[in-house]
């Protein structure tokens, strides 16, 4: 299974573009990249998944190098409400089960 | 509203008293799984099962078992609780294509002293 490397924790400020990058050097070729967000005492949240190049929905955008080697989650215009545990995950393949968190990276945004 | 439910939210137990943490949702989903998460050390994965019927151990499955008689719902089952399964679980469900991630619960607070 790919092991994901994000940075412990970042800071912003309401309004900022924040940007949260994963690393993944031993992703395989069927494995797609997912991002979840965590409150506290609350459940993950799915926010985005992708494959490559770049993915858009109506909170985030991911973006995926052609090596698929990293990716970049971007969180526009953050929040006092972003703040959060961001968790970038490497799923074996689309039907897989097996979803390995890592520590994430907690975002931090003050006003 | 499409969701994962747990219950209960909060439960206090003494050890070796057995307990069942129910979970259900009503998404049709075929993939279920059950989750710990403890401080520092992340989310870790106890039990999944892709179907009915058909179960498997993930990360940490020592000390639970778990049942998928029906599609909605994934009990999970501790026959002797110790105090070192003093954890929040979550319940987490999700389709077998997996293009929307899973759908979590919000989760057990399970204290055994």
């Known amino acids: 299974l790919a092991k994901t490397t994000q940075p412990i924790s970042m800071d912003s400020y309401e309004g900022q573009e924040v940007n949260i990058t994963c690393s993944h050097n031993?992703?395989?070729?069927?494995?797609?990249i997912t991002w979840y967000q965590q409150f506290p005492s609350q459940g993950p949240r799915f926010i985005i998944q992708?494959?490559?190049t770049k993915v858009t929905n109506e909170v985030a955008s991911l973006f995926i190098p052609a090596d698929r080697k990293s990716s970049t989650l971007s969180l526009p215009r953050v929040s006092l409400s972003d703040t959060a545990v961001y968790y970038c995950?490497?799923?074996?393949?689309?039907?897989?089960?097996?979803?390995?968190f890592g520590k994430g990276t907690t975002l931090s945004v003050s006003s | 509203e499409a969701q994962v439910t747990q219950n209960p939210r909060y439960l206090i137990t003494v050890t070796g008293k057995k307990l069942t943490v129910t979970c259900s949702q009503n998404?049709?989903?075929?993939?279920m799984s059950w989750y710990r998460q403890d401080p520092g050390l992340g989310l870790r994965q106890i039990y999944y099962?892709?179907?009915?019927?058909?179960?498997d151990k993930g990360d940490v499955p020592e000390g639970y078992k778990v049942s998928r008689k029906e599609k909605r719902n994934f009990p999970l089952i501790l026959e002797s609780p110790s105090p070192n399964q003093t954890s929040l679980y979550f319940c987490?469900?999700?389709?077998?294509?997996?293009?929307?991630?899973?759908?979590f619960g919000s989760g057990t607070r399970l204290t055994v002293v």
């Open positions: 987490a469900s999700r389709t077998q294509a997996g293009l929307d991630g899973y759908t």
């Open positions: 031993n992703i395989a070729t069927n494995d797609y």
């Open positions: 992708g494959y490559k």
């Open positions: 995950l490497v799923a074996f393949n689309q039907a897989g089960t097996a979803l390995i």
């Open positions: 998404m049709n989903h075929e993939y």
């Open positions: 099962s892709m179907n009915v019927e058909v179960t």
